[in-house]
């Protein structure tokens, strides 16, 4: 930590010179799940900001699960997590799978906003060349702990304004008449680039899944195409298989 003292030349806010420097630090390794934090006031002389910056930091990388606070005895980066078995045969959504545990879940908002579709968008969900996307992307924490990133996008005329998504997109959806019924899903295993293992608060090149959807309404017509990025530390994806015809 005391590397950010001589980092004149960033002209970032010291609070979030501090958190980029607590999440190399994880990012590297150099600290492990469950080990405690210095405490507010060590870590403010160790690198010469105020005790409210400190706070500020911390508390960020609290909402964004990298921190953990427990009352009465201080600051802890993360605990391993459990892993969760996830069922590859049904059509659900993260705030339903996260439910159905006895979870809450949450999302960080890092884009939600209308776009010009991509030619690949346009191809993937049968757009018109001229269609605009809302996407939507976010860092889904489920309990205290980040578990993926996801990057979903959708037809504008589907979904006109994404801010008014606020938990559940499949929730929305829903009200509108526009649950999927079916989805295509291919998994690829990946390793975790810089900015997505500082998103989840693991160490950079870290095992995840990549695991694209694209989901159908009952028409037929392709309504979600979503990338998200599973931690693997995190999931064990199950199907069931039958022989035969
Ligand atoms: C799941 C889906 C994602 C969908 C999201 C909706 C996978 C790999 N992805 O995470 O495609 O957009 O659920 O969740 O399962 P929500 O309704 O809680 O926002």
Do not use: C
């Not at 030349?9 to 958190?19: E, K, N, S, T």
Request: charged share 25%; no cysteine; hydrophobic share 40%.
């Amino acid at each position: 930590l005391d590397r950010m003292r001589g980092d004149d030349h960033l002209h970032a806010p010291l609070y979030m010179r501090l958190q980029r420097a607590i999440e190399e630090a994880l990012a590297s390794g150099s600290m492990a799940p469950g080990e405690a934090l210095p405490s507010e006031r060590d870590l403010a002389n160790l690198t010469d900001v105020s005790r409210v910056t400190v706070r500020k930091a911390v508390r960020d990388l609290v909402e964004r699960g990298v921190l953990v606070q427990r009352q009465g005895s201080g600051t802890f980066v993360a605990p391993r997590v459990e892993r969760v078995e996830q069922q590859l045969s049904r059509l659900t959504s993260f705030s339903e799978d996260m439910a159905r545990r006895g979870l809450t879940s949450r999302s960080v908002w890092l884009d939600r906003g209308v776009y010009p579709a991509l030619p690949s968008e346009v191809m993937a969900l049968g757009l018109r060349g001229d269609e605009k996307v809302a996407r939507l992307s976010r860092l889904r924490i489920a309990g205290d702990t980040p578990l993926a990133i996801e990057r979903a996008v959708i037809s504008a005329t589907i979904l006109p304004a994404p801010r008014d998504v606020l938990s559940s997109l499949y929730a929305v959806l829903d009200q509108t008449g526009h649950r999927p019924v079916r989805a295509v899903q291919r998994i690829a295993a990946v390793n975790l680039g810089e900015e997505d293992a500082r998103l989840l608060g693991v160490v950079t090149g870290s095992a995840s899944l990549s695991i694209e959807r694209i989901s159908y309404l009952a028409s037929g017509r392709a309504i979600e195409l979503t990338r998200s990025i599973y931690r693997g530390d995190a999931y064990d994806f199950v199907a069931e298989l039958s022989w035969g015809a």
